[in-house]
């Protein structure tokens, strides 16, 4: 199983642009990257997915280098509504044993006005 | 759609009591897993399953059961609760085009075991 790293907290201002960095050094070669999004007391919300390259879609942006080995997700102009817990998950989706995605710690992100 | 929808919200059992925490989704979705996450913590996986009449266990399994009769309905059960057992219980869907990933989670139930 790959096991991921990333800071346990981070501070932001609105409008600031703001890039988490997760690291997965034994990445394997099925595996996906994936962001999911938790706000206190709910349960998380999937952000993005990718596999390599850059992926965008209407909330963030994800960044893995040609080694795969560390990603970034990009939260541009953030709000005081983005705080949240950001988990990077790394993982095969598509088998059939659960995709065994460890949650970790997650960083906690908080902007401040 | 209601999406993932977790009965009951809150919950307080005595250590020994047995009980079950609901799950059910609206989507026509495949996969189906409960995790649980504890004060300050990520979450872990206890049991999932990848489709009606098939189940496997997770991470954290011990002290719970499931069942997956139907397509909808993915019940977690306690056996015989103890204090470890307290936490917030999140159930999860996702379909199978896209695995694992993108899973829908509920609002959660949080158990306190006394």
């Known amino acids: 199983l790959a096991k991921t790293t990333q800071p346990i907290s981070m501070d932001s201002y609105e409008g600031q642009e703001v890039n988490i960095t997760c690291s997965h050094n034994?990445?394997?070669?099925?595996?996906?990257i994936t962001w999911y999004q938790q706000f206190p007391s709910q349960g998380p919300r999937f952000i993005i997915q990718g596999y390599k390259t850059k992926v965008t879609n209407e909330v963030a942006s994800l960044f893995i280098p040609a080694d795969r080995k560390s990603s970034t997700l990009s939260l541009p102009r953030v709000s005081l509504s983005d705080t949240a817990v950001y988990y990077c998950l790394v993982g095969d989706p598509y088998n059939n044993q659960g995709g065994k995605l460890i949650f970790g710690q997650g960083t906690e992100l908080s902007v401040k006005p | 759609n209601a999406g993932v929808t977790q009965t009951p919200k809150f919950q307080v059992l005595k250590t020994g009591q047995s009980m079950t925490l609901q799950c059910a989704q609206d989507?026509?979705?495949?996969?189906m897993s409960w995790y649980r996450q504890d004060p300050g913590m990520g979450l872990r996986l206890i049991h999932y399953?990848?489709?009606?009449?098939?189940?496997d266990q997770g991470e954290v399994p011990n002290g719970y059961n499931v069942s997956r009769s139907t397509t909808e309905d993915f019940p977690l059960r306690l056996l015989s609760a103890a204090p470890s057992q307290t936490s917030v219980y999140f159930c999860?869907?996702?379909?199978?085009?896209?695995?694992?990933?993108?899973?829908?989670f509920g609002p959660g139930t949080r158990l306190t075991v006394t």
């Open positions: 989507m026509n979705h495949e996969y």
């Open positions: 034994n990445i394997a070669t099925n595996d996906y």
């Open positions: 999860a869907s996702s379909e199978r085009g896209t695995g694992w990933s993108e899973q829908y």
């Open positions: 399953s990848v489709g009606a009449g098939i189940t």
